[in-house]
């Protein structure tokens, strides 16, 4: 049982855009950065976004991050084919001393 | 290139010790940065296992640390787990990967990952 909160799934047609939340609390969101991860089905994860909102070199800008008190939020515009992923926020629990995940968010591209 | 790639046992009898080994390339792990294992059982979310420090200084994740060890290698550029009394709940995708340097925890390089399975 994860300490942060994600919708397990959601979807969108080509092109369109998606937003996936994280919820969690002052120990984990509410005071430390968050980072975002894609996973490919069969391959590890990759960073798309670092420090709530800043992208790694080569991630495109159709991927943005941002976090208000204990939710951050990844959005996803002109979704494509290839963003069919399970996605996964983390960040640093002081209360648990360990770094910890979201439960992950698989994207379908309708 | 940073490149990461896990090796060890891929089965593994309950109540032995599971090991590993991550060779990292294109970057010397005394270079300032953290290292990181992390775990995904089939089907299921990440786990963080802990990390450790060119130094020698580690922190493990409590859930976990009573069993667990890592060290780094400099002169070979290679990090290990070891993980001991192992049960089928241990049986997942181990991945290494480095921690990023910002402002917050992010790991921005990781290895292909390796299947353990616990099994006797």
Known sequence: QSVLTQPASVSAAPGQKVTISCSGSSSNIGNNYVAWYQQLPGTAPKLLIYDNNRRPSGIPDRFSGSKSGTSATLGVTGLQTGDEADYYCGTWDSSLSAYVFGPGTKVTVL | ?120
Not at chain 2, 20 to 34: A, F, N, R
Not at chain 2, 40 to 54: R, T, V
Not at chain 2, 107 to 112: A, H, R
């Open chain 2, 1 to 120: 290139q940073v490149q990461l790639q896990e090796s060890g046992a891929g089965l593994v009898k309950p109540s032995e010790t599971l090991s590993l080994i991550c060779d990292v390339s294109g970057y010397h792990i005394s270079s300032g940065s953290y290292w990181t294992w992390i775990r995904q059982p089939p089907g299921k979310g990440l786990e963080f296992i802990g990390n450790i420090f060119q130094s020698g200084y580690s922190h493990y994740n409590p859930s976990l640390k009573s069993r667990v060890t890592m060290s780094v290698d400099t002169s070979k550029n290679q990090l290990s787990l070891e993980l001991r009394s192992v049960t089928a709940a241990d049986t997942a995708v181990y991945f290494c990967a480095r921690t990023g340097h910002g402002s917050g925890w992010f790991f921005d390089y990781w290895g292909q990952g390796t299947l353990v399975t616990v099994s006797s």
